[in-house]
C-alpha cells in the first residue's frame, strides 16, 4: 500500500517569498490535514478536510496561508508572503475518517521550509 | 481544551536497559490515548493505542497503560534496542467533537549500544 506522498522534501525560500507544498494521501482516505511542527515541538493541526469539506481550520493563519483539496484527493498547502516564523517541517496526513476512523493517522515524511 | 505534556529529551539509555518515558494529559471528556513513533527519516507512524481507563496498548514490546486517576499514558519496555533510537510523541483525540490529535512535544530517545 503506497503511503501518504508529499512534496518537495526540502525548500529554501527567502522572507516576503510564497511556497507551495503538494500531498497525495492515501488512497481511500476521506481526511486530510496539514500540520506544522517547529523544532522542537509537537506536530500543530493546521487544517483539516473532510473530502473536499473544510473541517476545521481555526489554528491556520489565514492572513498568509491557504489550502485546498480539490476533488477530495491531493491537496496543496500555500504560505504567501512567507515570514521567519515559518520555518518549520509541514507534515501532511490522512487517515480514513470520520470519527474514531480519525484517530490513525498516516503521515507523510513532511517538507521542511527554511524561510531566510 | 485537550493537551498532552511529555518528558523533555534526550533520553540517553544502553541497550538492554528499562525505558520509561512519561506522559500526562489535560483532557473533557474521555479521550483515547497514543503513542506514535518518527524513526530517523521516516513520517510519524502510530505505535499503539488505548481507548478507554485502565485499557493497555502493546506494540514491539512496548506498553502503555491509560490511566484515569492520574491522567497519565507513560511509555515503557523492559529492554530497549538501538533501533528504538527515534522521536516518541504522545496524543490523544482532540475531543469536543472534534476528529484528529492533539501532540506532545516529542521525546527524543537515544540508544547506545
Known amino acids: 500500500e503506497a503511503g501518504v506522498a508529499q512534496s518537495p522534501r526540502y525548500k529554501i525560500i527567502e522572507k516576503r517569498q510564497s511556497v507551495a507544498f503538494w500531498c497525495n494521501p492515501i488512497s481511500g482516505h476521506a481526511t486530510l490535514y496539514w500540520y506544522q511542527q517547529i523544532l522542537g515541538q509537537g506536530p500543530k493541526l493546521l487544517i483539516q478536510?473532510?473530502?473536499?469539506?473544510?473541517?476545521?481550520d481555526s489554528q491556520l493563519p489565514k492572513d498568509r496561508f491557504s489550502a485546498e483539496r480539490l476533488k477530495g484527493v491531493d491537496s496543496t498547502l500555500k504560505i504567501q508572503p512567507a515570514k521567519l516564523e515559518d520555518s518549520a517541517v509541514y507534515l501532511c496526513?490522512?487517515?480514513?475518517?470520520?470519527?474514531?476512523?480519525?484517530?490513525?493517522?498516516?503521515f507523510g515524511s513532511g517538507t521542511q521550509l527554511s524561510v531566510l | 481544551g485537550n493537551s498532552v505534556t511529555q518528558m523533555e529529551g534526550p533520553v540517553t539509555l544502553s541497550e538492554e536497559a528499562f525505558l520509561t518515558i512519561n506522559c500526562t494529559y489535560t483532557a473533557t471528556g474521555y479521550p483515547s490515548l497514543f503513542w506514535y513513533v518518527q524513526y530517523p527519516g521516516e513520517g510519524l507512524q502510530l505505535l499503539l493505542k488505548?481507548?478507554?481507563?485502565?485499557d493497555k496498548g502493546s506494540n514491539k514490546g512496548f506498553e502503555a497503560t491509560y490511566r484515569k486517576e492520574t491522567t497519565s499514558f507513560h511509555l515503557e519496555k523492559g529492554s530497549v534496542q538501538v533501533s528504538d533510537s527515534a522521536v516518541y510523541f504522545c496524543?490523544?483525540?482532540?475531543?469536543?467533537?472534534?476528529?484528529?490529535?492533539?501532540f506532545g512535544k516529542g521525546t527524543h530517545l537515544i540508544i547506545q549500544p
Open positions: 488505548a481507548t478507554k481507563a485502565d
Open positions: 478536510f473532510q473530502n473536499n469539506g473544510v473541517v476545521d
Open positions: 496524543a490523544l483525540s482532540r475531543g469536543g467533537g472534534a476528529d484528529g490529535l492533539t
Open positions: 496526513a490522512s487517515s480514513l475518517g470520520p470519527g474514531r476512523n480519525n484517530e490513525k493517522l498516516f
